[in-house]
């Protein structure tokens, strides 16, 4: 392992993986796998007020506003299971929440140590998105990529599987025009910095998921699991 911790930011549009990834990252480095999306879902389920709020922007695939958001991060960061680093999915969102995390960072006396950009294609990522199904357990599957054994049902837990709502097909586009307005230009803010490193998410999520862990072992980085 290098240093003390690592901080990994996974940036792409929606569907482009970065969920996935994050996943098997998280688990194999042994590092919290920090999900905006998964927190503001948890927090809808159980009917909170900062559920109530995010869901007016999430069902119209908007952005949550930043002010919502990065208090968000700045306290999930702050906890004891962050001492080693953790990999961040879906935050930062903007260019705003981007200079946010840094001044948090800051004051923790840490930094990040690389953006990892999934690179998918538009017209996969709407495919991809709209055959999405997910299971409560945090299984996810695909019409056509990777099928449940049973149609509807989750190999794991047995639970029925579910759509999400913003997976729906008019609200897709509305999180695709929200990722190129708001999202994709701190492709370059990260690129400025030095920080940001291109992986193809085109190949199957094992194949990426090689990818990552070929830049993070020639980075110095080595799996602690
Ligand atoms: P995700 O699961 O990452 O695709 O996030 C689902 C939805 O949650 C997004 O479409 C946004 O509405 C909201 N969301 C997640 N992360 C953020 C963020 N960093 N800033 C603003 N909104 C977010």
Do not use: W
């Not at 299984?139 to 997976?167: F, M, S």
């Not at 729906?168 to 230009?185: G, N, W």
Request: with cysteine; charged share 30%.
């Amino acid at each position: 392992m290098k240093g003390e911790s690592m901080i990994l930011i996974l940036l792409g549009a929606p569907g482009s993986g970065k969920g996935t990834q994050a996943g098997v990252i998280s688990e194999r480095y042994g590092i919290p796998h920090i999900s905006t999306g998964d927190i503001f879902r948890k927090n809808i389920k159980e009917g909170t007020q900062l559920g109530r709020k995010a869901k007016e922007y999430i069902d119209k695939g908007l952005l949550v506003p930043d002010e919502v958001t990065n208090g968000i991060v700045e306290s999930r960061i702050l906890e004891n299971d962050c001492g080693e680093g953790f990999i961040l999915d879906g935050y930062p969102r903007t260019t705003d929440q981007a200079q946010v995390l840094e001044t948090y960072l800051g004051k923790m006396g840490k930094s990040i140590d690389a953006v990892l950009n999934i690179d998918v294609p538009d017209e996969q990522v709407v495919e991809r998105l709209s055959g999405r199904f997910m299971c409560r357990c945090g299984e996810t599957y695909h019409t056509a990529y990777k099928k449940p054994e049973v149609e509807g049902i989750c190999n794991k837990c047995g639970k029925e599987l579910y759509q999400r709502d913003d997976d729906k097909p008019e609200t897709v586009i509305e999180r695709l025009r929200e990722y190129y307005r708001k999202t994709a230009p701190i492709i370059d803010y990260y690129n400025g910095k030095g920080l940001l490193v291109r992986i193809d998410g085109t190949p199957m999520p094992d194949k990426v998921t090689e990818l990552i862990e070929k830049f993070l072992e020639e980075s110095g980085y080595g799996t602690r699991r």
